[in-house]
């Protein structure tokens, strides 16, 4: 099966461990980071979506301008464009990008985020408005004809888009969620769920409930991302070395992060697994999600590249045939990846499919 390696392109450098910049839109971070991410051997880059944040369409757009072959994933909240203007805007990135743009889609990691865009739709009915949204994408992009909608949260007449997507039939769609709700809506419509590193079983017992809730109007199995923040050193010491000096950093900036309380079902899904135990399966480390409140994609896997690169495989086999690794120092880490991760997880991947007649 083929593999998709998944990077991460912003406004500007950051993370937990180095901070925000002074710069509110630096250009030259975006085009930096595009390229380096292309090198590497990644296919595909997360611009994330946040909202105190620059517009992700124009991050894609630029960054794009700067590089041929990596694609992009937009991460997209429902519910503040109306959804047959977002088709368009996505169709026309498509072309754009020359068919390398695609969507995920996230419900709002907070009430209180949501609010600063003045949203107050509670968690469940965000992602039944999202079911609606997604429907109403893909009516724009593959309808010929003018077309009605009526649903509880969005009414159009005679809607039609004169740009479909480049992409045939559409775009591809990504979801995210650790909720029942988040299951029930995105299972049946997206082609590939996104999840955040967990232990191996919890992966699997969720990928089973998700399989399970597609339904049987899907015209292709639903396929699986997994996320993990990967820590790598020369040896075995060298990288918990490493780690530990990096917690100490996280701690230390992300104090106040660390007693908020999380909302979300997938930080409460990380933050149980932390609960669990500091250290799962061969080299899955849970202290740093557990500073950031299980925040976002926080779990680490520390190792050296063979290690991490085995334990990235493990997620393969589960179903995971997108992973998505970011570093907490994003650049060189990046570079790390490129030159000492990558190759050896597709050398993994590929003898493990030429075994196993994948």
């Given amino acids: ?28 971070a975006i085009n930096t ?25 124009m991050v894609v757009a630029q960054a794009a301008s700067v590089t041929k072959n990596l694609r992009f994933l937009i991460a997209h909240r429902p519910g503040f464009v ?9 169709a026309s990135l498509d072309h754009l990008t020359g068919g390398r743009a695609s969507v995920h889609f996230i419900a709002g990691a907070s009430a209180a985020e949501q609010a600063m865009d003045g949203d107050y739709v509670d968690h469940d009915g965000r992602y039944d408005r999202m079911g609606e949204y ?50 029930a809506v995105l299972a049946p419509r997206v082609d590939v769920f996104m999840l955040w590193g967990e232990p191996l079983a ?26 993990t923040r990967p820590i790598l050193g020369a040896t075995q010491d060298l990288a918990w070395e490493r780690a530990h000096a ?3 950093r996280v701690r230390d900036a992300n104090r106040d992060d660390a007693v908020r309380t999380a909302e979300n079902a997938g930080s409460r899904r990380l933050l149980d697994a932390a609960q669990a135990g500091e250290l799962h399966d061969s080299c899955l480390w849970t202290p740093l999600a557990a500073a950031i409140g299980g925040h976002s994609n926080s779990m680490a896997l520390v190792g050296t590249p063979e290690t991490v690169a085995n334990a990235l495989l493990e997620y393969y086999k589960l179903g995971a045939t997108r992973l998505l690794i970011r570093g907490w120092d994003p650049l ?6 490129g030159r000492e991760l990558i190759p050896l997880l597709r050398e993994r991947v590929a003898e493990h499919d030429r075994l196993t007649g994948a």
Avoid at 332 to 337: E, F, I, K, L, T
Wanted: aromatic share 10%; proline share 6%.
């Fill in 1 to 28: 099966m083929p593999l998709e390696l998944i990077g991460w392109v912003a406004h500007q450098v950051e993370s937990e461990l180095i901070g925000r910049r002074d710069v509110a839109f630096d250009i030259e």
């Fill in 33 to 57: 980071t595009a390229r380096i991410h292309e090198e590497a051997g990644f296919d595909t880059a997360l611009v994330g979506y946040f909202s105190d944040a620059p517009d992700g369409f």
């Fill in 82 to 90: 109306a959804p047959t203007v977002a088709a368009r805007k996505f």
């Fill in 134 to 183: 997604i429907d109403l994408l893909n009516l724009t992009w593959t309808q010929s004809e003018a077309f009605d909608f009526d649903g509880a949260f969005y009414r159009v007449e005679a809607a039609h888009s004169r740009i479909p997507c480049l992409q045939s039939p559409r775009i591809p769609l990504f979801g995210g969620g650790g909720s029942p709700a988040s299951i």
């Fill in 202 to 227: 919890n992966c699997a017992a969720f990928m089973e409930r998700v399989r399970a809730a597609t339904g049987d109007q899907r015209t292709s199995p639903i396929s699986f991302s997994v996320s």
């Fill in 246 to 248: 990096i917690l100490e």
């Fill in 332 to 337: 060189p880490d990046a570079q790390d990846y």
